[in-house]
């Protein structure tokens, strides 16, 4: 299996920063890196796929970039409701999860 | 508006069974492919099992295969996991997700059905 490794594990920022989040795999992955966002007690709703195609609906303050094995996903002006839980996730293979990284109000 | 709307969770004790299903509306559910994907409390997101349209492609995280079987009926736009000889460490909340274009990418998820498995 794919190993997804996400750094860092926790975060802290304050609304208007610009946040990123690295993503690496275990093995080139080539484009196939997706992102999620999870807020408490909801599910994951898909933020990125293919790397960096925004998903209907999604601020376009939301930015995916990478391939192979390095991956990142920027936030580029932090708003109230961006304070959450994000995942990677590989599609190259039958699918893992990143142990995600929780974005705190600082 | 596509929904995905889980059922059948709760408390079962370790070595039961318990079927879980998926109702989905909204979309032309023949078209998708299906994900069961998991979350332990307090803990991060895995992967369980995938069916294709027809259901001619099954796969299954080593963690569940041999005990889980994932099925769907596309006539009542449903989905189902059958979950047999459960652990305590299958406790989490199941949640059933769309694949965007077979391509494991999931674009909606429903909102998940509970289960915990203890004596």
């Known amino acids: 299996d794919i190993q997804m490794t996400q750094s860092p594990s926790s975060l802290s920022a304050s609304v208007g920063d610009r946040v990123t989040i690295t993503c690496r795999a275990s093995q080139s992955i080539s484009s196939y890196l997706n992102w999620y966002q999870q807020k408490p007690g909801k599910a994951p709703k898909l933020l990125i796929y293919?790397?960096?195609s925004l998903q209907s609906g999604v601020p376009s303050r939301f930015s995916g970039s990478g391939s192979g094995t390095d991956f990142t996903l920027t936030i580029s002006s932090l708003q109230p409701e961006d304070f959450a839980t994000y995942y990677c996730?590989?599609?190259?293979?039958?699918?893992?999860f990143g142990q995600g990284t929780r974005l705190e109000i600082k | 508006e596509v929904q995905l709307v889980e059922s059948g969770g709760g408390l079962v004790q370790p070595g039961g069974s318990l079927r879980l299903s998926c109702a989905a509306s909204g979309f032309t559910f023949s078209s998708y492919s299906i994900n069961w994907v998991r979350q332990a409390p307090g803990k991060g997101l895995e992967w369980v099992s995938y069916?294709?349209?027809?259901?001619?492609?099954?796969y299954y995280a080593d963690s569940v295969k041999g005990r889980f079987t994932i099925s769907r009926d596309n006539a009542k736009n449903s989905l189902y996991l059958q979950m047999n000889s459960l652990r305590a460490e299958d406790t989490a909340v199941y949640y059933c997700?769309?694949?965007?274009?077979?391509?494991?990418?999931?674009?909606?998820w429903g909102q998940g059905t509970l289960v915990t498995v203890s004596s």
């Open positions: 293919g790397t960096s």
């Open positions: 997700a769309r694949d965007r274009s077979s391509s494991w990418q999931l674009d909606y």
């Open positions: 996730q590989q599609s190259y293979s039958t699918l893992t």
């Open positions: 069916i294709s349209t027809s259901s001619s492609t099954i």
